[in-house]
């Protein structure tokens, strides 16, 4: 479970997250929506503490994210995160790339770290890629690389911020396929998106960010269907 | 008007000796490039530390390795500890002096070829649970060493042209000191140095050739 309570956030004079109130449930797909500079981004790095908090706390399985003393670096082995850019290792072969975290983060045998690293990367169409670098490869198969990494992993939980939005429009659709499947498998997902079909169709919950403010959260159907907050009755005329 | 007469033979007949002063020259400029890479990632390690001390260290090493002469550092290394009651023979001196020269200028290789690694990398890196010391060295430092491989071949050749200075510290069995001694006994100064020229600049040129060989063949991405 990922509790998120009261957090707040500032870059400088600007704040971006202004006391956000959110609890996600294991199994549960969360969608966050909203324009740019909404801090929805901001919100999953503070997840996973590569950004830090100004107040407020984000409670992970029990652990307290930024309190002192918490291993973040262990934290991570349960929270997968895939950003926009896919941030593929390109000295390293497609197997490699999956392969690096697992043997030397969780110590696993290069035996062990391969035959994992083959399921996830058969599990996201990527069979047949495996001696093949990054550079090599379409945006779209690179980003379904970035997502096998981070399931080699075995986390809990999977973060993704706009994993689409560095994609060629032909490419989006092999990659949030790949979603759709984690979420039916029952993965539990925060993902940060702006594609709203996806959104409506994937999610228990969907939530809407607003100048750093979580201004409506419901199920899709509703959310999409009977919207209450103003901003999001405009965001949502702007996206259709 | 021009009264030289060439003595090719005797400066080939000393070609063996000079051969065997080529091997210590290409034996102290492979060692002091080894050494040097080891010292130019402790001074890169430095750098991104963020400790003001490590990085201060870090930023004197490579000023004054970078903005005095080679010459200096030698002399300094054999001379100078000398006055402080350290006293290296002329072989070491010149190998701590190129060493030193090295890690500088290796050192701002690696500054320049970290610039064009994106920090996401190692953001990406961090994400899975990576130590900031795994982060570098699983995935920046294989990256930096590829990109900053072929200038590094430039500064071993440099390397190897910096061990002629060893003469000027008493070196007399690397390819300049022994040269230097033949051609105090003969005073055939033109035939041998211009020997000893086109062997600096064979090795020179083996060198460049094989590091791009050497390149085309490790990285293969």
Avoid at chain 1, 76 to 103: C, D, S, W, Y
Avoid at chain 1, 119 to 148: E, F
Avoid at chain 2, 14 to 35: E, F, K, N, R
Avoid at chain 2, 37 to 49: C, G, I, K, Q
Wanted: proline share 3%; with cysteine; charged share 15%.
């Amino acid at each position: 479970m990922i509790e998120i309570e009261n957090v707040r956030k500032s870059f400088g004079q600007l704040e971006v997250l202004k006391g956000i109130n959110l609890t996600v449930q294991k199994g549960e797909v969360l969608t966050i929506i909203g324009g740019s500079g909404s801090g929805k981004s901001t919100l999953l790095t503070c997840i996973n503490g590569l950004e830090t908090i100004d107040a407020g706390r984000i409670v992970v399985d029990g652990t307290d994210v930024h309190a002192k003393g918490t291993d973040l670096n262990k934290l991570r082995r349960k929270l997968g995160i895939v950003f926009q850019q896919f941030n593929a290792f390109p000295h390293l072969t497609v197997l490699e790339n999956v392969m690096l975290a697992p043997v030397k983060v969780l110590g696993q045998s290069k035996a062990e770290a391969e035959a994992m690293a083959v399921k996830q990367l058969t599990h996201v169409g990527l069979g047949d890629k495996l001696k093949v670098y990054p550079s090599r490869m379409s945006g779209g198969q690179q980003q379904r690389m970035a997502i096998a990494r981070a399931l080699a992993m075995s986390p809990a939980y999977m973060l993704f911020d706009e994993v689409t939005s560095a994609l060629d429009p032909q490419l989006v659709g092999e990659v949030l396929d790949t979603l759709r499947m984690l979420a039916s498998e029952g993965m539990t997902m925060i993902c940060v998106t702006h594609e709203m079909k996806f959104a409506r169709e994937v999610s228990d919950r969907v939530a809407f960010f607003h100048k750093g403010v979580m201004a409506e959260i419901a199920p899709p159907e509703e959310l999409f269907g009977a919207p209450k907050d103003p901003e999001l009755k405009t965001f949502l005329a702007a996206t259709h | 008007m021009f009264s030289y007469n060439f003595h090719w033979n005797q400066a080939f007949k000393a070609l063996p000796q000079m051969l065997d002063g080529a091997l210590v020259t290409l034996q102290i400029a492979l060692l002091s490039m080894a050494i040097g890479l080891v010292v130019a990632l402790a001074l890169t390690l430095f750098r991104l530390s963020g400790n003001r001390i490590l990085n201060g260290f870090a930023t004197v090493w490579v000023e004054i390795a970078r903005n005095t002469p080679a010459l200096f550092q030698i002399y300094m290394a054999h001379f100078g500890l000398g006055s402080f009651g350290i006293h290296l023979s002329p072989y070491t001196a010149l190998l701590v002096g190129i060493a030193f020269n090295n890690a500088g200028y290796l050192a701002e290789n690696f500054r320049g070829a970290l610039k064009a690694i994106p920090e996401t990398q190692t953001r990406a890196g961090r994400s899975l649970g990576m130590t900031p010391l795994q982060a570098f060295r699983y995935i920046v430092m294989p990256q930096m060493l590829r990109i900053a491989f072929l200038p590094a071949t430039n500064q071993m050749v440099w390397a190897i042209l910096m061990t002629s200075l060893g003469v000027t510290v008493g070196m007399n069995t690397d390819l300049a000191g022994v040269t230097q001694a033949l051609n105090a006994v003969s005073f055939r100064t033109f035939e041998f140095f211009a020997l000893a020229a086109v062997i600096y600049y064979v090795i020179a040129k083996a060198v460049t050739l094989a590091a791009r060989l050497a390149a085309t063949r490790m990285f293969r991405y």
